[in-house]
């Protein structure tokens, strides 16, 4: 059986381990590496240069487990680092 939303922690918990690991290199599907930074519920990727609220997050983490692919700029802003820092290891922590 599939897992849905309400099994997985609460966002906060998940936001808490986002934030823990700002700093790190991350790695994209497409092989680029990547660092980011939050300040306040901001989160600010490096490469390229781009500031994503927290709400998107919020809001993709929500739809978990949801394909890369079906996650696009009409659902969240950034959609491809939301993604990628959603299901590193680090913040999923095998749960999803």
Known sequence: MQKKAK????????WGRIVAHAGETFHAHDGHEFTYKIEGDNF??????????K???????????????KLNEKIVKGPAYVWEVLHDKRISTGQW
Do not use: C, G, L
Request: hydrophobic share 25%; no cysteine; proline share 9%.
């Open 7 to 14: 099994d997985y922690p609460k966002f906060k918990e998940v």
């Open 44 to 53: 600010q990727a490096s490469r390229p240069s781009q500031t994503i609220n």
């Open 55 to 69: 709400t998107n997050f919020e809001h993709a983490y929500e739809m978990i487990p949801i394909h890369k692919d």
